[in-house]
């Protein structure tokens, strides 16, 4: 939802434009800006403040939490002439609340942001679009300095993702050691490659190694991202407790060296969508459950099928064939994506696969033309 604070007539008029724009969108704020404006900044996810930017850094100062929390808010002067971003330009949306309010509006977005202004990355938003998450205590500012002033920074990824371009500084090579790096992996790395004396309150210190982990290459200032590439293939016996389904997702995946946080989903059969331990298990996790009819199952190849299994549930294959098939949806399914094969506590069983990256298509144009034809989404690409 985005909120509208407008105290004067011009502002109230333009903000009725917006709404007329963006139908169900909006949601106007009325009454004096010293509470209109705090009030929407606490209840809509970006604001749209027709107010001097002086008066609305004073009127927000005490609110504000941090860049990870603040919702985006942009200023419009009464002329209309300008938005400018004040709050919350990246992780809040400010900066393109700007540019669609100025599209409507007619008005320039005013965009300061350092990446922006220089035409490069914005890391707290690089691969969003591809469900990428940044692992916290990552070296955001260091590294995104270093990208606009340093000679170089290098860029890796396990797989290869569609992701935005990169500036010349960007070098896609392996991690060197006290070089800036960007790293994509879903693999849990030995070393520290984060800057822990910038982490989140209440974030784990990563700097210890961990027995078994790979190296990552960089000791230097380092951006890593999870990648939503894994997938958990889950079994279960009826009435299996929440712990032990939980405690198995968590130990295959540590054993396997992999994030959770490149987890984008679960997947089992549809007879075990309604399984409370394992419903509930999942859900702890904060990921969505996909679920498969067994005829879908029993058509893929698996390394360990069962007959036992099939005689129960009508697939010879449950976790494994789940894994596989929510990790490649339309794609050929190749058992080499199953990274993790079945583990089996009790009354649960555990199969990881990996999702292969898919690409990107768009298409611009298709024949000679004037540029004033071209579709603004064309113009964008």
Sequence with gaps: MIGLVAVTAAGRAAAARLAAAWPGETRAYDGPAA???PAAFGETEVVVAFLAVGATVRLLAPLLGGKHDDPGVVCVD????????VVGAHAGGGNDLARRVAGVLGAEPVITTASDSAGSVALDEFGADLGFVIEPGSALAAVGTAILSGPR??????LTWPVPPLPPTVVATPPEPGVPAILVTDRLLAPDCSDNSKKPPGQPDNSKKRPGRPASGSDGPTVIYRPSSLVIGLGASRGVPTAEVGALIDQALDEAGLSPRSVRAAATI???QDEPGLVAAVRER???LITFPATHLATVPVPHPSDTVRAAVGTPSVAEAAALLAATHSNPISPEDLIVPKRISAHATVAIARAQPRGRLAIVGIGPGARDLLTPRAVAE
């Design 35 to 37: 509470t209109a404006l």
């Design 78 to 85: 009464e002329a209309l002439r300008f938005a400018v971003p």
């Design 153 to 158: 920074v290098t860029f890796s990824s396990d």
């Design 270 to 272: 549809d007879l075990k």
């Design 286 to 288: 904060g990921w969505p």
